[in-house]
């Protein structure tokens, strides 16, 4: 136990420390959990407040640092302890630290490594893997796997224009299988739970959901499908935002003289961006436990495919047609050389994380020579349509 500390600050010392959180231990090869319990072998509490220290010869109380090296030597000096998970979890709920290592972010570490495992199958060079796990750790925050807290990317939200005269409509609950119906309430508390959505029940403008069956059913019946807002009577009464699409076949071109890629997509796409307050309500949508007002943009609205690639280019601007192509949540880099790949990735993630845009960690790829992107495959040998068998 660690009594009577709640941080300390260091203003002594000139050297150049850095304090990492368990993460970051975790990829370097350190526990956490080990080292606390192998301090518990020596001490099970550990004073680090100043009065229970005696001054030294100068007459004042030595700084935080000693003191937390004092602990930080005790976890390195006694033989090794092996921990089983019960004594480490029974140890965690004691000390009442909190966590810092979330599931969902180890499964991003874990599943990033694996992806710098494919690159190395795909070519990449031991010094391109040290580069690569080098960005992936600085940028680890870009990756997510599930749901969370994050707030919407820092854009302007879509905002929607009504056509002069539009009415309100709502429709009905529709019927949906019971296996539907499980989905819809376990999809419907997630977004609830991170503040996606919000229940509204004065909303004047519910429209129904639609459950569309993914391709990944179909090898994985345990796989979920995914949920769209039916919102065509919406999306009748909405003046359509104006926004010029790429043309594929042309931006297509750009890809001349590259040689390796890597393929980035949005995690959850439209979940991530901003849905203006004075447009929300539009794109209610209504089940069998009520309804529910999304604070995010909904797949299937009129001005969703426009303001989203309004978005890429906002965010990516610069670097479209000159190491990236984007369609909307995928994203295509491209170079002649791993080293200028790498450089590029680098930039990209950047450019995520000033914006707070979130990747798929599975459905990322840092380095290959062929990748599939937008129903094309890409390679040195030009893009050919529809995916090879």
Not at 29 to 34: E, F, I, L, M, N
Not at 64 to 82: K, N, Y
Not at 282 to 287: D, E, G, H, I, P
Not at 376 to 383: C, E, H
Request: charged share 30%; with cysteine.
């Amino acid at each position: 136990m660690l009594r009577n500390l709640t941080c300390y600050v260091e203003e002594e010392n000139d050297s150049k420390d850095l304090t990492v959180g368990r993460p970051i231990m975790r990829i370097l090869g350190y526990s956490t959990d080990k080292l606390l319990v192998k301090a518990r072998e020596v001490n099970s509490e550990w004073e680090l407040w100043p009065d229970e220290f005696e001054s030294d010869n100068s007459g004042e109380k030595p700084s935080p640092m000693p003191r937390v090296c004092r602990l930080q030597a005790a976890t390195r000096d006694p033989p090794e302890v092996e921990a089983d998970a019960d004594t480490v979890e029974r140890h965690e709920m004691r000390t009442a630290l909190p966590s810092m290592r979330p599931t969902s972010l180890n499964d991003a570490i874990q599943i990033l490594e694996k992806k710098v495992e494919v690159a190395e199958k795909m070519g990449l060079t031991l010094d391109g893997r040290a580069k690569l796990r080098a960005i992936l750790r600085v940028r680890v925050d870009c990756f997510r796997v599930e749901f969370g807290n994050d707030p919407p990317v820092r854009v302007e939200p879509m905002q929607v224009r009504l056509k002069a005269g539009a009415s309100p409509v709502r429709a009905q609950p529709r019927r949906y299988s019971p296996n539907d119906r499980a989905f819809l309430d376990r999809h419907t508390a997630a977004l609830l739970e991170h503040g996606l959505v919000f229940k509204n029940h004065r909303s004047r403008w519910p429209s129904a959901p639609r459950i569309v069956r993914k391709r990944e059913q179909e090898t994985d019946p345990t796989a979920d499908p995914r949920m769209t807002i039916d919102t065509r009577s919406v999306n009748e009464r909405t003046e359509p935002m104006p926004w010029p699409m790429p043309v594929l076949d042309v931006v297509l071109g750009e890809l001349e003289g590259a040689r390796v890629y890597f393929v980035l997509d949005w995690f959850r796409g439209y979940w991530q961006l901003p849905l203006h307050p004075d447009s929300q309500e539009l794109y209610s949508f209504v089940t069998h436990r009520g309804i529910y007002t999304p604070t995010r943009v909904p797949m299937g609205a009129t001005d969703a495919v426009a303001y989203c690639q309004g978005v890429v280019e906002e965010i990516f601007g610069d670097l479209l047609g000159d190491g990236i192509l984007a369609w909307l949540d995928d994203i295509l880099g491209y170079a002649e050389n791993e080293e200028a790949l790498l450089v590029l990735l680098d930039k990209v993630l950047a450019r995520c994380e000033s914006y707070g845009l979130k990747l798929h960690a599975k459905k990322c790829a840092f380095f290959a020579t062929e990748v599939k992107w937008c129903g094309r495959i890409i390679s040195a040998q030009g893009a050919q349509n529809g995916y090879r068998v």
